[in-house]
Every structure is written in structure tokens, then in C-alpha cells.
């Protein structure tokens, strides 16, 4: 049973480029860990990717009744959206264009499975290889 949550922040005034770079850090991570990273990383994507993620862990709480520990971050997609269109004017009565880049982003959280610890008895008595070795170094 694979539970997902998902996120979505649609029309972000900021190029899909530049949020890549941000994504990237914390995909494939636990949601902790990501929170500490998207908090200290000096991008200006970080802020809306860390509000994105922490209304994915409220999704997933509300909804699913899933704590934030048990999350992992699947997958995040950044797609363009629609492109502004303006104009610089510029010498001579010439006007350039100026494209200002929206972003889609697509947050996919996953239930991580807990793993049974299987705790390994270690043996207490000493082994047969250690034994030699400590005759060796005694007679030297």
C-alpha cells in the first residue's frame, strides 16, 4: 500500500530554471531534512519550495493521518507556465521584449515504510582469530 501526497503551486512569478536549482537539493530526501536544507539554502525559490512542502505535510496529516517523520519526498516537477509578455523601450523608439517566466510546481510525497530493526546478538566471548593475534604480539 503506497500512500501519496501531493502539493501543487501553480503561477509562481519566478523561472522554472531557477527553481530547478532549488529542487534538486531535496529530492529524494526525508521531509526533515529538507525542511532544515530549503531553510538554510540563500535562493529565493527556497521560500515558496519550503511553504510548498510544508502545506504537502499538512495534506498529509489532515487527510491521510500520516506524520511528517514517515514522509519522503517522491518526486517534484517544475514546468513553465504561462509566459508574461512585456516591453522595454530602448534608443531610436525601439522596444524590446521582455518575457517574464511563470512556474508549475507538482510536489509528491510518499509514505516511507518501517523497516524492523533486527537487532544483531553480539557474542560477548572472545574470538578464536583474536586470541591468536594477542598470543603473538605476548610472545614477541
Do not use: Y
Not at 503506497?2 to 503551486?9: D, F, S, T, W, Y
Not at 500520516?66 to 508574461?84: C, H, M, Q, Y
Not at 510536489?107 to 583474536?130: F, H, I, N, Q
Amino acid at each position: 500500500m503506497n500512500q501519496e501526497v501531493i502539493a501543487k503551486l501553480r503561477f509562481l512569478r519566478m523561472g522554472p530554471r531557477k527553481v530547478r536549482l532549488v529542487t534538486d537539493l531535496v529530492k529524494g530526501r526525508k521531509v526533515l531534512r529538507a525542511q532544515d536544507i530549503l531553510s538554510l539554502t540563500n535562493k529565493r525559490a527556497a521560500r515558496p519550495v519550503l511553504k510548498l512542502l510544508n502545506s504537502a505535510i499538512a495534506n498529509g496529516k489532515n487527510n491521510f493521518k500520516i506524520e511528517a517523520e514517515d514522509l519522503r519526498i517522491k518526486n517534484i516537477t517544475v514546468d513553465g507556465g504561462p509566459v508574461l509578455k512585456r516591453w522595454m523601450p530602448k534608443a531610436h523608439g525601439r522596444a524590446t521584449p521582455i518575457r517574464e517566466r511563470t512556474s508549475h510546481i507538482i510536489m509528491t510525497l510518499e509514505l516511507v515504510e518501517k523497516k524492523e530493526k533486527k537487532e544483531k546478538k553480539e557474542v560477548k566471548g572472545k574470538s578464536a582469530k583474536g586470541e591468536e593475534k594477542k598470543e603473538k604480539k605476548a610472545k614477541k
